[in-house]
């Protein structure tokens, strides 16, 4: 799971307890202004593949975790509960997308959503 952190300009989302090894990240901070778009989205998780992984972990049905390669686009994932995946999609980051689970998915998309409509 993520902890995120909404703050004036950033997004930090902290990966938590074992996240770290089987995302081999433990941080990443995304400008809010690089953040195009968040929705909730179990559906596209479900999928059974999510891309080639470079780095990262796949264990279907149980765990996605890492940088992922799909449809050129570079992905990060940390995902375990399908029914609390964010997607957030990107412009000028390293990655185009990141598909996180996070504790409150709707919570957390109704505030990042009034956070980046601001800027």
């Known amino acids: ?3 995120p952190t909404i703050t ?3 997004l930090s989302l902290n990966m938590e307890g074992a996240d770290k ?3 081999l990240k433990s941080h990443l ?3 809010l202004q690089h ?8 559906e596209i998780v479900k999928k059974w593949y999510h891309g080639l992984k470079s780095p ?4 279907p049905h149980v765990i996605t975790a890492g940088t992922f390669y799909q449809d050129r686009k570079r992905v990060f994932w940390d995902i375990h509960h399908p029914e609390q995946a964010v997607i957030i999609s990107l412009k000028d980051e390293i990655y185009n997308e990141l598909v996180v689970e ?5 919570i957390f998309v109704s505030q990042l959503q009034k956070v980046i409509n601001k800027n």
């Not at 953040?35 to 179990?42: E, K, N, P, Y």
């Not at 990262?56 to 264990?59: E, L, V, Y």
């Not at 996070?102 to 709707?106: A, I, L, M, R, S």
Request: charged share 20%; aromatic share 4%; proline share 3%.
């Open 1 to 3: 799971m993520v902890k």
């Open 8 to 10: 004036t300009n950033i």
């Open 21 to 23: 090894i089987w995302s």
């Open 29 to 31: 901070e995304i400008s």
């Open 35 to 42: 953040i195009t778009g968040v929705r909730v989205d179990s």
């Open 56 to 59: 990262g972990t796949s264990i």
């Open 102 to 106: 996070v504790k409150n998915p709707e």
